[in-house]
């Protein structure tokens, strides 16, 4: 799954495409595998990122839609059982409905090489601990008759499982370019002073020499003591 990047600087600034392969977010930050080509013609080359800053909710909005298909890849939830609010989210809403989806959260996804995903994420258990989970391979590319036909797992909601993850990427993309949280930049929280205030101010203080009693007065002050 490869993306086309916009242009660094101006309309005629050369593009490049990445291939994520693999995603994390944990900590607010994301950490990533992907390659970069020039053009299709030009040979990949591969890098490994570690975020430093806040990702975007954006991003995290999109992990979180995954969470119900992660329950059902790695078993721990039964889709056809009988929830309060359903199983499945709104149709274009962020929230997951609760509460079968408080203890589980998506952290990553590796891309396969022939057109697939691998969901990675956790669910809390009653004592606290973290366990984490990787979920069953799926594959989008197109199952023939034959497929259909046999006794082979096939995933159902394979299409709405590759929407979200187009979705994702699209995210994970625009991280890698730059995207994050205005949370998780690193502000200047101090002004420069200003011409006339602190600077002046600390100036005037040291040309201002301290005054110190002169020798007539500590003498003057000894008399009276004595006295």
């Known amino acids: 799954m490869s993306t086309a990047l916009t242009p660094i600087v101006g309309p005629q600034a050369h593009k490049s495409l990445l291939t994520i392969q693999k995603a994390t977010v944990k900590k607010q930050l994301l950490a990533a595998e992907f390659s970069e080509q020039l053009d299709l013609q030009s040979k990949p080359r591969e890098f490994t990122m570690q975020g430093t800053e806040l990702v975007h909710p954006d991003l995290e909005r999109c992990f979180a839609r995954l969470v119900p298909h992660f329950c059902l890849l790695t078993e721990q939830l039964d889709e056809h059982a009988e929830y309060e609010f ?7 809403g962020n929230d997951l409905p609760a509460p079968q989806f408080d203890n589980y959260g998506v952290t990553g996804l590796i891309i396969g090489k022939k057109d697939g995903v691998t969901l990675m994420g956790f669910r809390k258990l009653e004592s606290g601990k973290v366990l984490n989970l990787t979920g069953q391979y799926v594959s989008f590319a197109g199952q023939s ?17 590759k929407t979200l993850v187009d979705e994702a990427l699209v995210e994970i993309d625009a991280a890698l370019r730059g995207k994050c949280s205005e949370a998780g930049r690193q502000l200047d929280m101090f002004q420069q002073p200003q011409i006339g205030e602190m600077e002046v101010g600390e100036v005037m203080q040291s040309e201002q020499p301290a005054t110190l009693p002169s020798p007539v007065t500590k003498r003057k002050a000894k008399r009276v003591a004595a006295e």
């Not at 359903?86 to 274009?92: F, Q, R, T, V």
């Not at 008759?145 to 499982?161: G, I, K, M, Q, R």
């Open 145 to 161: 008759d034959e497929f259909e036909e046999s006794d082979a797992w096939h995933y159902p909601h394979t299409d709405d499982l």
């Open 86 to 92: 359903g199983y499945w989210p709104n149709a274009g």
